[in-house]
């Protein structure tokens, strides 16, 4: 008797944790942004001189290209407010504009109510991630928070926008080629 009720017990418990480990792992439906009027995209990484607002500037470029500037709006922050109202890193700057980017976005520290303002937040590294689900005041806030990296379609083996502040111009070159592969990926899954 007790041996039955520690197995329906054990088996309950495995059924809510899974159910509400899926819960929170699942993430925003991508291709329902696109019924959205504006859909409205935050890129996030520590400083926001160097990943987020490359994302934005590249991210920006491509719906430019295809003539949907007014359906989208792009925006970037970081968690470390140390570099707020600075331009891009030099060196980011110097890399993008080799490619046509022009950045020009000044950094700021995310808020509480970006999860309400924005529809999609994403993060570059999975300290990233943490510290956004961490921030996030919702479940639903929660959903919206999705990583970079998932989205590059050429780059199978690499596991983050990996943060170039101390790397050389390799670093730079690197973050630009996920970002341009990613956000292409990240356009295509929103207006298939
Ligand atoms: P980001 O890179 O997160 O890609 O903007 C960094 C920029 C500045 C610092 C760290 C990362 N920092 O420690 O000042």
């Known amino acids: 008797m007790n041996v039955w009720f520690i197995r329906l017990f054990v088996v309950t418990l495995r059924i ?3 159910s509400d480990m899926n819960d929170k792992s699942t993430s925003v439906e991508i291709g329902s942004l696109k019924d959205k009027e504006k859909i409205k995209i935050l890129f996030v990484c520590l400083g926001n001189i160097c990943r987020s607002p490359a994302a934005q500037g590249v991210m920006q470029r491509l ?3 295809r003539g949907l500037s007014s359906r989208y709006e792009l925006d970037s922050c970081g968690f470390y407010g140390g570099h707020a109202g600075d331009l891009p890193d ?3 700057r110097v890399h993008a504009s080799r490619r046509g980017y022009d950045l020009t976005h000044r950094s700021r520290v995310i808020r509480p ?3 309400d303002d924005f529809d999609l937040i994403v993060g570059m590294d999975d300290r990233n991630i943490s510290d956004l689900l961490e921030a996030a005041p919702s479940a639903d806030a929660q959903r919206k928070v999705v990583r970079m990296i998932d989205f590059a379609r050429c780059h199978p083996y ?3 926008v990996p943060d170039p502040y101390y790397d050389g111009a390799q670093g730079f070159e ?3 080629d ?3 592969d990613a956000c292409a990926g990240l356009f295509d899954e929103i207006e298939k």
Do not use: A, P, S
């Open 90 to 92: 030099k060196r980011m």
């Open 174 to 176: 690197l973050v630009l």
């Open 16 to 18: 809510i944790t899974v």
């Open 63 to 65: 719906v430019d290209e």
């Open 158 to 160: 690499q596991d983050c």
């Open 113 to 115: 109510w970006d999860f």
């Open 178 to 180: 996920l970002l341009e």
